[in-house]
């Protein structure tokens, strides 16, 4: 069945030149319209769809064609596209900035491409004026085929953007839907792993309410809604929302209860991730290591997920019943995801970028320390190594690693996921190896056995259901032995 999906990809040239106010402005007066709004994210990042969850009060996921290919990345999109007036899906970076810094693949455009969405280029015309329409015809006719619908200026004046406006349309033959002037008192911070967290910035809500109420008078709704609508129907497959994987006898009708570590520290997750393990049969609860004093009860598994546990340290370390709840858990069997963040959590000792050092949970042995730096950022596609299929998680002999034996990842399988962290430990891991791809370069990390994985690189686990299906169902098992 072919699904009506009106939707925009709103890109740039390069990052910085204003996607995301646009994109949360634009979110912000559809709201303010009446109109049903979906928002989504181009590529990995966490942050970007918290700012668009605050602005419409529902949750945004990402849209990655490198983690997910391209018909499944249709699917994932009308899964939350088709009951919407409007989709507005933000780009990653420059349009075309893709795999590697060499390819388009997983950028923007190919996102663009595999949606057959319109584009609309936000440009910064603060500094330029002429000039600009080099860069936008450029842009435009860069690839053979052509996404480019629309432009829409950023920090430029109601007096200057008739002119611009003009120039756009007379020369280019292309439609400009508004502009955003330059904005007093609404500033998107930025630290070294990207924007400062929403619930960070105070009076963030009210902000982003004044660029709603901005935008219904500078951009072009009605415009921007016809160029959505133009984009063709897509075929909806639903079967590849839901992998023909099963838990198995034994598997109750309640499911199994996956407590989410929830908090300012671990708040890193793909929505389609947690999508996947309820449809396979889990129920989420979340929690909070900072705040709360063990482990839910009812808990069958843990997912620990990343975020910016340095932050909250000393918190953490506090929280003494919690680490030793968690540990505890995990001594007698738990199935655990632990993600970078929550990889940290689980380590002995976190040092904060002060140089304070924090005691954490002490499941995992080593230590971790802030760089400075960014270390093995990007993509990765994860494989067993040799190690690792003899390994143990905890290097106890408590997990045996290979599928067979109930590993969550089996020899000749593999997982992909994104590395993005300042904070390192010598005890990475040597369970799995990671592989960049175009450059092929590789390292060892994670530790991975029966039920359990932690490791900076956070999966995507609609990559390979598989590892998902076994996870929940290595927590129906520790349920009923639990009983």
């Given at each position: 069945m072919r699904k009506k999906a009106p939707r925009l990809v709103i890109a740039a040239p390069s990052s910085g030149s204003g996607k995301t106010l646009v994109t949360c402005g634009l979110l912000s007066a559809l709201k303010k319209a009446g109109r049903r709004a979906a928002a989504f994210k181009c590529g990995p990042d966490y942050i970007d769809p918290m700012f668009h969850e605050t602005v419409l009060g529902t949750p945004s996921k990402n849209l990655d064609t490198f983690f997910a290919g391209e018909e499944l990345t249709r699917q994932l999109f009308l899964e939350d596209a088709a009951l919407a007036d409007l989709s507005v899906v933000e780009g990653v970076m420059g349009l075309y900035d893709g795999l590697g810094g060499v390819t388009t693949q997983a950028s923007t455009w190919d996102v663009a491409r595999t949606l057959e969405a319109p584009v609309i280029l936000v440009v910064d015309g603060a500094k330029s004026s002429v000039s600009v329409l080099a860069l936008i015809r450029g842009f435009r006719d860069f690839m053979e085929e052509k996404r480019i619908r629309g432009v829409i200026f950023n920090r430029v004046s109601p007096m200057r953007y008739p002119s611009l406006k003009s120039m756009t349309e007379d020369r280019l033959g292309l439609s400009v839907c508004g502009y955003l002037p330059k904005l007093e008192g609404i500033v998107m911070e930025s630290r070294h792993l990207g924007l400062v967290m929403p619930q960070e910035i105070e009076g963030l809500k009210e902000q982003m309410d004044r660029l709603g109420q901005t935008c219904l008078e500078t951009l072009d709704l009605e415009l921007l809604e016809k160029i959505g609508a133009e984009a063709p129907p897509l075929e909806e497959t639903r079967e590849l929302l839901f992998p023909n994987l099963h838990?198995?006898?034994?598997?109750?009708?309640?499911?199994?209860?996956?407590?989410?570590?929830?908090?300012?520290?671990?708040?890193?997750?793909?929505?389609?991730?947690?999508?996947?393990?309820?449809?396979?049969?889990?129920?989420?609860?979340?929690?909070?290591?900072?705040?709360?004093?063990?482990?839910?009860?009812?808990?069958?598994?843990?997912?620990?997920?990343?975020?910016?546990?340095?932050?909250?340290?000393?918190?953490?370390?506090?929280n003494g019943s919690m680490r030793d709840s968690i540990q505890s858990s995990l001594q007698a069997g738990m199935p655990c995801l632990a993600e970078c963040g929550g990889f940290l959590y689980l380590l002995e000792e976190l040092e904060d970028r002060e140089g304070r050092a924090h005691r954490m949970a002490g499941f995992l042995p080593g230590k971790s320390h802030y760089t400075g730096k960014l270390s093995r950022f990007g993509y990765v596609t994860l494989t067993l190594t040799e190690d690792g299929k003899a390994a143990t998680s905890a290097e106890s002999g408590r997990f045996p690693a290979t599928a067979e034996h109930g590993g969550l990842l089996g020899p000749g399988e593999s997982i992909q996921g994104h590395e993005f962290h300042y904070m390192d430990t010598e005890g990475t891991g040597e369970a799995l190896l990671a592989r960049k791809p175009v450059t092929g370069r590789s390292w060892t990390c994670g530790h991975i056995g029966e039920g359990f994985y932690a490791g900076f690189p956070h999966l995507y686990l609609y990559s390979s259901p598989k590892v998902a299906a076994r996870f929940v169902r290595k927590a129906e098992e520790y349920g009923n032995k639990r009983q």
């Amino acid at each position: 069945m072919r699904k009506k999906a009106p939707r925009l990809v709103i890109a740039a040239p390069s990052s910085g030149s204003g996607k995301t106010l646009v994109t949360c402005g634009l979110l912000s007066a559809l709201k303010k319209a009446g109109r049903r709004a979906a928002a989504f994210k181009c590529g990995p990042d966490y942050i970007d769809p918290m700012f668009h969850e605050t602005v419409l009060g529902t949750p945004s996921k990402n849209l990655d064609t490198f983690f997910a290919g391209e018909e499944l990345t249709r699917q994932l999109f009308l899964e939350d596209a088709a009951l919407a007036d409007l989709s507005v899906v933000e780009g990653v970076m420059g349009l075309y900035d893709g795999l590697g810094g060499v390819t388009t693949q997983a950028s923007t455009w190919d996102v663009a491409r595999t949606l057959e969405a319109p584009v609309i280029l936000v440009v910064d015309g603060a500094k330029s004026s002429v000039s600009v329409l080099a860069l936008i015809r450029g842009f435009r006719d860069f690839m053979e085929e052509k996404r480019i619908r629309g432009v829409i200026f950023n920090r430029v004046s109601p007096m200057r953007y008739p002119s611009l406006k003009s120039m756009t349309e007379d020369r280019l033959g292309l439609s400009v839907c508004g502009y955003l002037p330059k904005l007093e008192g609404i500033v998107m911070e930025s630290r070294h792993l990207g924007l400062v967290m929403p619930q960070e910035i105070e009076g963030l809500k009210e902000q982003m309410d004044r660029l709603g109420q901005t935008c219904l008078e500078t951009l072009d709704l009605e415009l921007l809604e016809k160029i959505g609508a133009e984009a063709p129907p897509l075929e909806e497959t639903r079967e590849l929302l839901f992998p023909n994987l099963h838990l198995g006898e034994g598997a109750s009708a309640k499911g199994p209860a996956i407590a989410v570590a929830r908090d300012p520290a671990f708040s890193f997750y793909y929505k389609d991730n947690l999508r996947l393990l309820e449809k396979l049969g889990a129920r989420l609860l979340p929690f909070s290591p900072m705040k709360d004093k063990r482990v839910p009860g009812e808990a069958d598994a843990l997912l620990l997920g990343g975020g910016y546990p340095e932050l909250y340290g000393g918190e953490l370390a506090e929280n003494g019943s919690m680490r030793d709840s968690i540990q505890s858990s995990l001594q007698a069997g738990m199935p655990c995801l632990a993600e970078c963040g929550g990889f940290l959590y689980l380590l002995e000792e976190l040092e904060d970028r002060e140089g304070r050092a924090h005691r954490m949970a002490g499941f995992l042995p080593g230590k971790s320390h802030y760089t400075g730096k960014l270390s093995r950022f990007g993509y990765v596609t994860l494989t067993l190594t040799e190690d690792g299929k003899a390994a143990t998680s905890a290097e106890s002999g408590r997990f045996p690693a290979t599928a067979e034996h109930g590993g969550l990842l089996g020899p000749g399988e593999s997982i992909q996921g994104h590395e993005f962290h300042y904070m390192d430990t010598e005890g990475t891991g040597e369970a799995l190896l990671a592989r960049k791809p175009v450059t092929g370069r590789s390292w060892t990390c994670g530790h991975i056995g029966e039920g359990f994985y932690a490791g900076f690189p956070h999966l995507y686990l609609y990559s390979s259901p598989k590892v998902a299906a076994r996870f929940v169902r290595k927590a129906e098992e520790y349920g009923n032995k639990r009983q």
